[in-house]
């Protein structure tokens, strides 16, 4: 029987996810349309939507594209970390 996953693990993983599927273009949509409803806001929307951007290319520009793994210390990596081995799912 497994172990049980800890809310952490849970959150980490979907925080993992996110940030990949940002990073992918698989959010585009919804992120144009987040940004056109920011910009409408009266005084600070127009810094909201540029903090925005910023977060959003410097994810683009850093994040691994492809499979997240666990690193079996309760967190995420990408597949193609070095110390990965796809084969057995362990860390060398």
């Keep these: 029987?497994?172990?049980?996953?800890?809310?952490?693990?849970?959150?980490?993983?979907?925080?993992?996810?996110?940030?990949?599927?940002?990073?992918?273009?698989?959010?585009?949509?919804?992120?144009?349309?987040?940004?056109?409803?920011?910009?409408?806001?009266p005084g600070p929307g127009v810094d909201i939507e540029r903090a925005m951007e910023i977060f959003l290319w410097t994810n683009k520009a850093t994040a691994p594209l492809g499979k997240i793994v666990p690193d079996g210390q309760g967190g995420w990596v990408p597949e193609s970390n070095s110390r990965y081995d796809p084969k057995t799912g362990e860390f060398i």
Excluded: F, H, N, R
Excluded at 5 to 29: E, F, Q, R, V, W
């Design 1 to 41: 029987m497994g172990k049980t996953p800890t809310l952490a693990s849970i959150l980490t993983k979907a925080a993992s996810d996110l940030l990949a599927g940002l990073a992918s273009g698989k959010y585009d949509a919804q992120v144009a349309e987040v940004e056109k409803w920011v910009a409408t806001i």
